[in-house]
């Protein structure tokens, strides 16, 4: 079992190794500015040895609740902007 963790103090989500305890990979969200990159990062992560389809459904709800936990309401219209749109995670 894998644990993934948002991290409000510097706006990243983590990734762990439960078993293992150890950090596997973070994602920054600062550098998620549009939906193209957060799909960036889903489709890295997707591409690791390590990942399970578990992994990517844990990380797509951690996206969804970082941004509740920061804006304080779903993320899926704004991260359907157009392409000239920024994502403001601050």
Avoid at 29 to 58: G, H, M, V
Avoid at 61 to 90: M, P, R, Y
Wanted: net charge positive.
């Amino acid at each position: 079992m894998n644990n993934i963790y948002f991290q409000k103090h510097n706006l990243t989500i983590q990734i762990y190794s439960d078993h293992k305890k150890e950090w596997l990979y973070g994602v920054d969200l600062e550098n998620c500015t549009n939906s193209a990159e957060i799909l960036d990062y889903i489709f890295q992560i997707a591409a690791k040895k390590w990942r399970t389809p578990q992994i990517l459904y844990d990380l797509i709800k951690e996206i969804e609740e970082a941004w509740k936990k920061i804006h304080g309401k779903n993320a899926q219209l704004t991260f359907c902007l157009g392409k000239n749109q920024t994502i403001k995670w601050k």
